[in-house]
């Protein structure tokens, strides 16, 4: 089977960037990817705007998951939505907690295993599901070994495959498939790719949901400090290798977190499907 490839987006808050952004999945589609995907904010901070840019990408021919968690909206809500994706033709979602933004107070977090469920009960088998993975494990996981077993629960309650966070290390991802096989799953897990554009970004972001950028790595991209072309460069020659890697290793595809650009995702898929 040919690997399967797909571009996450998200939602643009501005004009300018809904605008660019058709261009970018034009551009990005040319590319022939299995399926976009559009982010979430947990708690509906993007709700309408999630649900904009995938029934537009649906209108386009595309085919195109939206990303969905409760948050703090009840059943009703999010079952209109799953509904309104349903009807316009969708048919794939990615499942998950999500995170609520500080400052929406208290809100209790509905596993994503739990809207697993809830699709599957209202909707069958129409959509095809994803769900988060950690090779580096989920920062709130009371363990390794959990955090697998919960991942196991959120697939047996009907999730097709899942999407990794991103990481930097390949052993990672080979020591989890491995260990996932162990505990019984036995579907695919695509890894998710950060392409590294931008290191005080990527470092921010990378403290806040656990995932590791290796010392080594560290080390080289700050000390390319202001030179963002050198970043660019050589973060391009990694990612590209640590896709290569995985691809050899027999990871069955890639999800590409493209940040809304079209470089270097581009440049690096057609360099793997040379
Ligand atoms: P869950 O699978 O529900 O797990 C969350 C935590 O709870 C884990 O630590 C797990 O070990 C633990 N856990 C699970 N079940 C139980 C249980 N029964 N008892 C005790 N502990 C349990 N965030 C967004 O806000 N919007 C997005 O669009 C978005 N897209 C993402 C896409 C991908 C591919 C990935 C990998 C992540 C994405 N995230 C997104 C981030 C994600 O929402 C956060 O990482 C969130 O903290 C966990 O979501 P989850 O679906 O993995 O949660």
Redesign the pocket.
């Known amino acids: 089977m040919s690997p399967r490839f797909s571009f996450e987006f998200f939602p643009p808050k501005t004009p300018a960037g809904k605008e660019k952004l058709q261009t970018v999945r034009a551009e990005l589609a040319e590319l022939d990817p299995s399926f976009f995907s559009v ?4 708690g509906g901070s993007t709700r309408d705007n999630t649900k904009n840019i995938v029934l537009e990408t649906k209108a386009a021919g595309l085919s195109v998951a939206p ?1 969905l ?1 409760f948050g703090g909206d009840d059943e009703e809500t999010v079952l209109s939505l799953i509904n309104d994706y349903k009807n316009a033709g969708v048919d794939r979602m ?6 609520v933004p500080s400052g929406m107070g208290a809100t209790r977090l509905i ?3 739990e809207l697993v469920e809830f699709v599957r009960k209202h909707t069958g088998d129409h959509f095809e599901i994803e ?4 090779p580096e494990i ?5 363990s390794y070994a ?2 697998i077993d ?2 196991k ?2 697939l047996d309650a009907g999730a097709n495959s899942a ?3 991103y990481f930097f290390n390949a052993d990672a991802y080979f020591y989890f498939l491995e260990d996932c096989e162990k505990a019984g799953i036995d579907k695919p897990i695509y890894p ?1 790719i950060m392409p590294i554009t931008n290191f005080t970004n990527l470092a921010r972001f990378s403290r806040n ?1 656990g995932a590791d950028i290796p010392r080594w790595l560290t080390q080289k991209l700050s000390g390319y400090g202001d030179d963002q072309e050198s970043v660019t460069k050589f973060g391009e020659e990694f990612v590209t290798e640590l896709c290569q890697i995985l691809m050899e290793g027999g990871a069955p595809g890639i ?1 590409f977190y493209t940040m809304n650009q079209v470089e270097p995702v581009k440049r690096m898929l057609q360099e793997l499907q040379r």
């Open positions: 982010t979430y904010g947990a990303h968690s990615v499942a998950l907690r999500g995170d596993y994503a295993r769900v988060a993975a950690y989920h920062p709130d996981a009371p959990k955090d919960y991942l629960q959120k999407i990794t966070q998710g949901c999800h």
